[in-house]
């Protein structure tokens, strides 16, 4: 009898606004949001997309964000971090992932309309059912400067079976 390991990998990532002035598009779980400033990073900066990178790299222990994706971004110029989290997955070997749940703090955007959308972008980069997939969102209420509106806070817990 042939007996399947669960693992449990998590990630977190948190970034500031840029000023309101920047060009520079806020993506948040592979989707624009034209009414907020972008992230300050020198990627796309997508909270969601680096947290699951994150919690991969917990699992397979191959630094995505401070490794592949940063030679990525510096040396072939890629900062869609889409590609980061494709990246990911090739690192996971034989394990599968089964369930994806993330939390999202910040006092903006408003993203109950937006989490549909998010989950099924999630699913189809992950190759995953639209079922695995869980997101939350939390305004903060003003008691940190994700609260307050200064930036975005991410939290992202991957299960995996092998």
Do not use: W
């Amino acid at each position: 009898m042939k007996h399947s390991i669960s693992r449990t990998g998590i990630g977190q990532n948190s970034r500031r606004y840029l000023p309101e002035d920047s060009s520079k598009p806020c993506i948040i779980g592979g989707l624009i949001f034209e009414d907020t400033p972008g992230l300050d990073a020198e990627s796309d900066g997508d909270v969601v997309y680096h947290a699951l990178c994150n919690s991969i790299t917990s699992l397979s222990g191959v630094p995505i964000l401070g490794g592949i994706a940063r030679e990525l971004c510096r040396k072939d110029g890629i900062t869609d971090s889409q590609v980061y989290l494709e990246k990911a997955m090739q690192t996971l070997g034989s394990q599968s992932i089964v369930h994806v749940a993330i939390s999202i703090e910040g006092k903006r955007p408003y993203f109950e309309n937006s989490i549909e959308q998010m989950r099924r972008n999630i699913a189809r980069v992950l190759n995953l059912q639209l079922f695995q997939v869980g997101i939350t969102a939390t305004s903060g209420d003003g008691l940190t400067d994700f609260g307050c509106g200064d930036g975005l806070q991410c939290f992202a817990i991957v299960t995996t079976v092998q």
